[in-house]
Nanobody
């Protein structure tokens, strides 16, 4: 069983930056793909970033060039550096891990088995 705990959310002005952290426990962290998703009320959970066990990263066009996912296997941590934030980035951000996943499925929240409790990010205009 894998437990995930996010931190680092908060209120920031548009154009600002935040760094989210996700601490993992249980399981063999280095073997897991790790993902970040976000959700606003009334909408489906949206893929934000993923990093494979080998360090390959994936982003949707909406955040590419602004967000960077990274991991520290020794510390069992995954990070999401968010720059040039926009009001539309406002959401609850979740860290997630799948038991196993293919590259094609990496953007699907339904393929992830373990989730953190989420951290709120609010970007003011």
């Amino acid at each position: 069983q894998v437990q995930l705990v996010e931190s680092g959310g908060g209120l920031v002005q548009a154009g600002g930056s935040l760094r989210l952290s996700c601490a993992a426990s249980g399981g063999i962290f280095s073997s897991y793909t790790m993902g970040w998703f976000r959700q606003v009320p009334g909408k489906e959970r949206e893929f934000v970033a993923a990093i494979s066990s080998g360090g390959v990263t994936y982003y949707p066009d909406s955040v590419k060039g602004r967000f960077t996912i990274s991991r520290d296997n020794a510390k069992k941590m995954v990070y999401l550096q968010m720059n040039s934030l926009k009001p539309e980035d406002t959401a609850v951000y979740y860290c997630a891990a799948p038991r196993a996943i293919t590259r094609a499925a990496m953007m699907s929240s339904q393929r992830y088995d373990y989730w953190g409790q989420g951290t709120q990010v609010t970007v003011s205009p």
